[in-house]
């Protein structure tokens, strides 16, 4: 979220903005249960700070654009639990945190393990984010591969298709 004017970008610089992030291995140490808890409690609290970090919260100064709250959810899967959770008013208020980049999200599913899984489950795992992109107008251009890579060139593919944009790529990328 990056103010217009004589900031950073008008001199011809990017902003980078470092957003903290749970690296969500589901399974690992709770059940299924206890992640979408941890999912819907982080949504909640990341969506807050940002209301009260950008000033929409009365009685709470407004900090400026770079000490804005940040948050980075692993995956599309948070933002369908929270929608099975929460009302769609609270819904639409995690979705107004994502388009004003306050909260990003990966387009895939969850962190997946590219290292067993075939080239339709990568595909697949985009389809929630492709159906949030044409109900809500928002895009999703960051994705993430963690671990070991099965398909190493054909990995980034599906990811330019799917509408990811690596930093600095070609329109043709995308």
């Not at 388009?99 to 599913?109: A, E, F, P, R, T």
Request: hydrophobic share 40%.
């Amino acid at each position: 979220v990056a103010g217009a004017g004589a900031g950073p970008e008008a001199a011809g610089q990017q902003r980078i903005y470092l957003a903290n992030d749970n690296h969500t291995d589901i399974y690992w140490n709770a059940d299924l249960a206890a992640y979408e808890d941890a999912f819907v409690d982080m949504l909640d609290y990341y969506v807050q700070k940002a209301k009260e970090t950008a000033g929409e919260v009365p009685g709470i100064e407004a900090e400026l654009p770079q000490f804005q709250s940040r948050f980075h959810a692993d995956g599309t899967n948070w933002l369908w639990t929270y929608r099975q959770r929460r009302t769609p008013a609270e819904f639409d208020s995690l979705i107004d945190k994502i388009k004003s980049g306050h909260i990003s999200v990966n387009m895939l599913s969850n962190v997946l393990n590219g290292g067993g899984m075939p080239t339709e489950a990568y595909i697949r795992s985009m389809l929630y984010a492709g159906q949030l992109e044409r109900d809500y107008g928002i895009k999703f251009e960051l994705a993430t591969f963690m671990e070991n890579q099965t398909l190493p060139y054909g990995a980034a593919s599906i990811l330019a298709g799917a509408g990811s944009v690596a930093p600095g790529a070609s329109a043709a990328w995308s």
